[in-house]
């Protein structure tokens, strides 16, 4: 399995990771833990000379050193999964010119090349992923892009719904003790849409009897002006897991494009008993029963986002049942064992054909 992050190979669970972060040496990893089959797992991550890896990451865009790693053992699997196309093209276009035995997986997060419609990177993607035996997506909707722009892969593409890893976040729902929340928490930095939440925030501001505090983890460089807004950096999982379990509940303000983002910093949210105001953009619908688990609000308009922030506020137990009901979900729903499941049948589907 490619990945395009970096993981740590260990010999026990670190505590500040989650399972795609750490790789624990005869052990299974991730999802693949879940698997009614066993099955011998190699993971490669992008490491390499810092150098390469900024200008892979920066300028090239996708990763090379990792397939090159790979290539002296690639006779030796049946099955190759990238997670990310940046770390599926090298070994798409090496499997265009060469003959290689192993089936080819790509779990395309970011619809190629963030969804691009034209140009060199579009044609490159193009060519590259002929070589591809299968692909598994997680928004429903890119789908419409593979249909227009991919069509060969749509009869070989599966919609599968990411899931997040109830058993470390849905037992830790209770709030730390003696706190009391007073603050909506926003995580992340990539993608967001600073200027509708801050927008918004200041709306529900300047309406009487709301005192608040919106806290920013993640959102690197950012100096607010205004009291009310506290900013963090990013956090090590343990420490993030304390903040939201101490937020009144979360808001996840996104631009819309036709991929997966967001979906992780979403359910986490959710599995720790948090109702969410979040964005009604494609990567989101799929995982949300709109005012029962969850709240959407139209993108980019700062009035509707206000309405729902004042909604969540002024309702606290509707707020607190939406909670539980967004825990459910991710137990009954969208968690690891079940995505575990569904990608273990594709991959015996992909093997047969």
């Not at 990539?190 to 505090?213: P, S």
Request: proline share 5%.
């Amino acid at each position: 399995m490619l990945v395009n992050w970096k993981v740590e190979y260990c010999s026990s669970p670190p505590p500040d990771k989650q399972p795609p972060d750490y790789y624990i040496q005869g052990q299974p990893y991730w999802f693949f833990r879940y698997f009614k089959e066993a099955h011998q797992v190699d993971v490669a991550d992008i490491h390499s000379f810092p150098w390469l890896e900024h200008w892979e990451k920066e300028r090239l865009r996708f990763y090379v050193w990792q397939t090159l790693r790979v290539l002296p053992r690639l006779r030796g699997y049946d099955l190759i999964l990238s997670h990310g196309m940046q770390s599926g093209v090298a070994l798409s276009l090496l499997r265009r010119f060469f003959p290689i035995k192993a089936k080819h997986i790509v779990f395309d997060i970011g619809a190629f090349n963030s969804a691009a419609e034209s140009g060199g990177a579009l044609r490159l993607m193009q060519f590259a992923s002929r070589s591809i035996d299968g692909i598994i997506y997680h928004t429903s909707r890119q789908r419409e892009y593979y249909e227009k722009y991919f069509p060969w892969l749509v009869d070989q593409s599966a919609f599968i719904k990411f899931g997040t890893d109830a058993d470390l976040f849905c037992r830790q729902q209770s709030a730390p003790a003696g706190e009391e929340a007073s603050y909506i928490l926003c995580v992340g930095y990539a993608r967001r849409d600073w200027e509708t939440l801050y927008r918004a925030f200041g709306l529900l501001q300047e309406k009487q009897g709301h005192r608040v505090k919106l806290r920013l983890v993640g959102h690197p460089g950012f100096h607010a002006e205004d009291p009310e807004v506290e900013s963090l950096p990013v956090l090590p999982l343990p420490e993030l897991i304390r903040e939201i379990r101490g937020a009144l509940f979360c808001v996840l303000p996104l631009k819309s494009f036709l991929y997966s983002f967001g979906q992780m910093t979403l359910l986490q949210q959710m599995a720790l008993g948090k109702a969410v105001v979040a964005a009604r953009v494609p990567s989101m619908t799929d995982y949300v029963r709109e005012g029962c688990d969850a709240l959407l609000y139209e993108p980019g308009d700062a009035e509707d986002l206000c309405r729902r922030l004042e909604q969540l506020l002024t309702d606290e137990k509707g707020r607190e049942e939406m909670g539980r009901r967004a825990a459910d979900s991710i137990l009954n729903r969208w968690n690891e064992r079940h995505m575990a499941e569904e990608i273990e049948q594709y991959m015996k589907e992909c093997m047969r054909k």
